[in-house]
């Protein structure tokens, strides 16, 4: 058995973890909207926004999801059991989804006038949003 200050502290790592990865992915989102704003204005394109775009998206996708994992086995060695949270629960794991469906998107985009650019950007949307509604319920989890 895991000492009870020992699980505060992965609690909170794993919250401090998760707000880094929002962050990221805060800042991976300002990066496409300033190549989509480029490509609809017709200017230059600065290729390396668009490879630190492309090249962090995967690595962010990867970190999300191990949020989620992290987060998923700490509770169930606490609690033991997954749904102690459900609400918490469901919400990372939609992340998860949302990350995982984000990436096959991006995959799919190809060329200037590519019709997956506009899912792909909606998708980031809501990927930011239940971080932010996962910021809530988690901060009321530990508080």
Do not use: C
Request: hydrophobic share 50%; charged share 15%.
């Amino acid at each position: 058995m895991i000492p009870g200050e020992w699980i505060g502290i992965a609690r909170v790592l794993h919250g401090a973890f998760n707000i880094l990865v929002a962050v990221a992915l805060l800042h991976q989102g300002w990066l496409g909207l300033k190549i989509r704003r480029a490509r609809r204005k017709g200017g230059a394109k600065d290729f390396g926004v668009i490879k630190r775009h492309r090249g962090r998206g995967p690595v962010l996708a990867l970190l999300g999801i191990l949020g989620y994992a992290m987060g998923a086995t700490l509770i169930a060695i606490d609690k033991g059991r997954l749904f102690e949270y459900p609400l918490h629960h469901v919400t990372g794991l939609s992340i998860v989804i949302l990350l995982a469906m984000t990436f096959l998107v991006s995959r799919q985009i190809k060329g200037p006038d590519s019709p997956w650019r506009t899912p792909h950007l909606l998708l980031g949307v809501a990927i930011l949003g239940a971080y932010l509604a996962q910021l809530f319920l988690g901060l009321n989890i530990l508080l």
